[in-house]
């Protein structure tokens, strides 16, 4: 059995986790412990103080006891707003604290684009405006090419957390842009572990979603690969066998 840890600020969409867990049907554990929010705001001074040092550090141990080979951050917004170096120090910092190879959800998105052979992207994101920019600045960082950028103004969590199917597809279409080869969308809140196919199939092209390239990542960190369609493209890479 693999274990693969996340560490997820507050409750919104983290019953991702047991889905994904289920739709990989694999020797694959995905534990979650969750982090001190502190306030719900998408907003970036609020974001700094989310992704803190001592908030992902406190729940490090509680992983190492579920077995944990890897620890990822799963949230999105507090860690692209420290910018691509201070991202990278963020997990860094991770890593020591978790004594285990460590990453954040910023960082799987940029690996999977390069794991698509993607480039040119499209991004719709839940967040407001500005802070949706900052994750387009990451992304170039990276190496990819943003295309479009779209926020929906939405300033908590709490809030993307009840977004159902139809709020999901009319934010994908509408930041969609018909050069983009895929379309990303950041927010770790937004639930879209069962919707990623059928976007896929209504955009005609691979969709990133933040809890679905979370697991990726920390798959990749533990050297795992499996082959689950239903979580998209990105998960179609791997051969039919799991073990």
């Known amino acids: 059995m ?4 996340f560490l997820y600020p507050g409750h919104s969409a983290e019953d991702d986790y047991p889905r994904i867990e289920m739709l990989i049907d ?57 910018g691509w170096e201070g991202a990278h120090e963020q997990v860094r910092g991770l890593a020591r604290a978790a004594g285990l190879p460590a990453s954040s959800t910023s960082f799987a998105f940029a690996y999977a684009l390069r794991e698509l052979g993607v480039r040119r992207v499209a991004v719709a994101a839940t967040y407001p405006e500005d802070v949706a920019a900052y994750f387009a600045e990451f992304l170039t960082a990276s190496g990819a090419e943003v295309l479009s950028v779209r926020g929906s103004g939405i300033i908590t969590a709490a809030e993307v957390g009840t977004w159902g199917w139809d709020e999901v597809l009319a934010m994908a ?38 809890n679905q390239v979370t697991v990726w990542e920390a798959l990749r960190l533990a050297d795992r690969r499996v082959n689950a369609p239903s979580l998209g493209a990105l998960f179609k890479k791997a051969p039919l066998i799991q073990a």
Do not use: N, Q, Y
Request: aromatic share 4%; glycine share 6%.
């Open 26 to 82: 694999s020797d694959v554990r995905l534990p979650v412990v969750h982090t001190d929010i502190g306030e719900d705001a998408h907003r970036v001074d609020a974001l700094l103080r989310m992704g803190a040092p001592e908030r992902l550090a406190a729940g490090v141990e509680e992983l190492r006891l579920a077995g944990a080979e890897a620890v990822v951050w799963a949230c999105t917004s507090a860690s692209f707003v420290f």
């Open 2 to 5: 693999t274990a693969l840890g």
């Open 173 to 210: 279409r509408a930041g969609d842009h018909p050069e983009a080869e895929a379309i990303l969308l950041p927010d770790t809140a937004l639930h879209t572990a069962s919707h990623i196919a059928a976007l896929e199939r209504d955009l005609d092209k691979p969709v990133l979603t933040a």
